[in-house]
């Protein structure tokens, strides 16, 4: 029995997974702030108190995220395209695309049958598109971000949103509140806009069935409705979606021989 | 914005040679212009250096200034300056270092560079390089020169072509009669030519060691050092002498077994510009993966010299002419295709990596295109990066080396070969 952790620092939350025998025994989510460093080792402490286990039955840690290089008391580092590659694969073996949409990214990312990295793509430098955008434009129509996900799904007439600019779009939903648009039109017209962003990063990689949707933007089931209409196909999206990376950096800990260097 | 960076202990005594010879140059223009040692201002894609100098100018090519400038980080303060006098943020960064360095006086840290006595355009397919040189002829009241070269559109030039840009040599050398009062001299042509072909000759030598596994050479960050004599100072005695060191060092790196990088793990092909602001910083990017270019596309920007082409002394003009057509940035898209599709099975390449800038549609434009067909059509893994050659405000070092490693991490995973980095890496 090996217990391995993955931790993944993102732009704005930390995760980690535990995994034990294929199983995710483990896990914990929780805002990130600057202190990094911190926030990964409180991460694996509370995916530690969550599962019962100690720190000392941990055989490998790796760290995946921006922060990935803040996960100092890990042994290995992964890119968060290839975690979310082998985490998407773990949770549904049919995967052949992942979208993931995280705080500040969009990534697109082609893999084989075993899970491995084909290709990749990802939004350039502007956070339009992103979880980041769906705050900023959620706090225009006076919701929290964690409010709006079914919202959209009655919208009758949706708007017209540009999709180019976090701060534009901004921008444009404040208009549009002010001319008395419907909220859930707003919203349909800007998960559109995302998911016409989005997919422009899978259609470069090329979209094959099953695709997995990962990411804190997963969480959202108006973007889930739409990104199925835009694909006409069913995306599997995991009670777990969050996770995906941080299980992905638990897998790759286990794939390591035994003696990792420390 | 520094580059972190650092240069490899491999680059030796070639390096340092490169970098007297670099400072010999601009110390050359020192007190230069006027018609005692008059100035001329040349593009690097198929320029016309030995026509030029072979009436006593000296030549200065702003690309090159504007890389220097940027590699040695000073090249921002230019860009400002050009944008202050209304050059928008899409306009090339070499092209608004140059006015910008221009409308301050040309001074740079490497020697000042004199205001040009002569313009001689001779890339014509970058139409905002034409209005480069047309901003400089204003501001400078003097001659203007532009060469028409036709994009290459078969592997062969065809005669016409040849024929069109042999006319505009002879229109040169007429206005270069005038502006010098010295009759041109057909047997000193000849004799810069041969000079010429003797560095090409040694040029190529180098860059087919990057076949060798491991590589001595590194094709694409190395090569780039070692491309000023042959595009700055090509038709010298220098020139011609240096390669004869470049390659001594080489045998010796093969000797004694001294490579770019310890281990050679990944070989790569390079396409596009380097982004010369953080030039080292990006090296490191390859380096810590051990990934090495074996070959570029970019070091033949002013010349495919390592694909069968070399001046001709017997057949001075109709050389040039084949010159001017075949320079890289003068080719058609299905021809670099091939080229790099050629370089990736020649030197047992095992990806492709491209760097496109933001500054330059006429290099950028058809890189995607290209990224696809190796991908899809050809199942070369290619990662596609962008951020500018001159600009430092468009490297963004931590997604860049993000999609590096994420690159890097899963041809590693196809070959499987060594463990992930550690944590620190």
Redesign the interface.
Known sequence: MTLVAGVDIGSTTAKCALIEDGRIVGKSLAPVGVELVKDAERALEQALAEAGRDRGEVRVVTGTGYGRFKVTFGQFTVTEIGCHAKGAHFLFPGTRLVLDIGGQDTKAIKVDPNGEVVDFAMNDKCAAGTGRFLDVCAGALGYDVSQIGALSLGARHPVKVTNTCTVFAESEVTSYVARGKDPKDILAGLYGGIVSRSLSLMQRVGVEPEVTFTGGVSKNEGMVRTLERRLALRVNVSPLSQYVGAVGAALYGLERPTGVPA | MGDTGTEPRFLTTARDRQREMVEEYYAGLEGAGGPKKPVAYMLVGGNLTEIVRSFGYEVVFPEIVALNCAIKHVSLPNILHAESQGYGLDVCGYVKNDLGLQEMGGQTPFGRIPPPDLLVCSFSGCYVYVKWWEALAEKYGCPLFMLDVPYLRDATPQSEDIQYIVTQLHELIALLEKATGRAFDPAELRATLARSRRAEEGWVNYLASGRRRPSPIEAYFEAVFYMFPINVLRGTEVAADFYATVNAEVDERVRSGTYPVPEEKFRLVVEGVPPYPSYRTFWDFFRKWGAVSVAATYPKVGGLFDRGFLHDPARPFDSIAEYSLGAYVNQSWPLRRTLIEEYVRDFGADAVLIHGIKSCRSFTAGQGDLR?RL??DLGIPTLYI?SDHEDPRYF?P??IK??M??FF??LD??KGTT???????
């Open positions: 696809d991908i899809h962008e963004a931590a997604q993000n999609r490693d994420a991490e899963s995973r196809r463990p992930l980095p550690m944590v620190g890496g």
